[in-house]
T-cell receptor, first 111, second 113 residues
Framework: GIQVEQSPPDLILQEGANSTLRCNFS?????LQWFHQNPWGQLINLFY???GTKQNGRLSATTVATERYSLLYISSSQTTDSGVYFC?????????????FGEGTQLTVNP | KAGVTQTPRYLIKTRGQQVTLSCSPI?????VSWYQQTPGQGLQFLFE???????NKGNFPGRFSGRQFSNSRSEMNVSTLELGDSALYLC????????????FGPGTRLTVT
């Protein structure tokens, strides 16, 4: 099956700093989503981005499907950005929908 | 529009028992998927349902099963619980089957003692 690798596994920032999280995947995808998992465990949708670039406030994402990677940019980070960020993909070899998740990036933003 | 709801939110069971978890998708969504999250294995796909039919199944033993009702609500059942089944179980809904954006519920945290 498709493999998803996220880097870095851990990231510690000072408030106000910018960061880039990376997601590499091993095969063509139909779907790619970025999530933020809150302290209570719920996955919050950030982007649905199988290709191209999107922006939402301080967050933006780019997926280069031909090179099999996606980047999540966080600008002017805030303490509330802390948590685990997951990339998840749905490979083209599957019918229906079946997300494969990376192991996540644990982000800590210090005041 | 209300989000995905899951009940119960927390559950404690004993080894050997069985458990049923419930998921109500976003109104109008017809596809429901289930995922298990553990510290050791991360987030893993369990199964996907659409039109009351299982469309996809992950690599889990037969003790894990599910179903979907005509109103798109879904249940998953785990029989003969093992300690390793302790996990956060997440349900996701999407508009229809296929690679559409998935929206997750708050999860059910199951502890097996």
């Amino acid at each position: 099956g498709i493999q998803v690798e996220q880097s870095p596994p851990d990231l510690i920032l000072q408030e106000g700093a910018n960061s880039t999280l990376r997601c590499n995947f091993s095969d063509s995808v139909n779907n790619l989503q970025w999530f933020h998992q809150n302290p209570w465990g719920q996955l919050i949708n950030l982007f649905y981005i199988p290709s191209g670039t999107k922006q939402n406030g301080r967050l933006s994402a780019t997926t280069v499907a031909t090179e099999r990677y996606s980047l999540l940019y966080i600008s002017s980070s805030q303490t509330t950005d802390s948590g685990v960020y997951f990339c998840a993909v749905d490979g083209r070899e599957t019918s229906g929908s079946r997300l494969t998740f990376g192991e996540g990036t644990q982000l800590t933003v210090n005041p | 529009k209300a989000g995905v709801t899951q009940t119960p939110r927390y559950l404690i069971k004993t080894r050997g028992q069985q458990v049923t978890l419930s998921c109500s998708p976003i109104s109008g969504h017809r596809s429901v998927s289930w995922y298990q999250q553990t510290p050791g294995q991360g987030l893993q796909f369990l199964f996907e349902y659409f039109s009351e039919t299982q469309r996809n199944k992950g690599n889990f033993p037969g003790r894990f099963s599910g179903r979907q009702f005509s109103n798109s609500r879904s249940e998953m059942n785990v029989s003969t619980l093992e300690l390793g089944d302790s996990a956060l179980y997440l349900c996701a809904s999407s508009l229809t089957e296929g690679p559409y954006e998935q929206y997750f519920g708050p999860g059910t945290r199951l502890t097996v003692t």
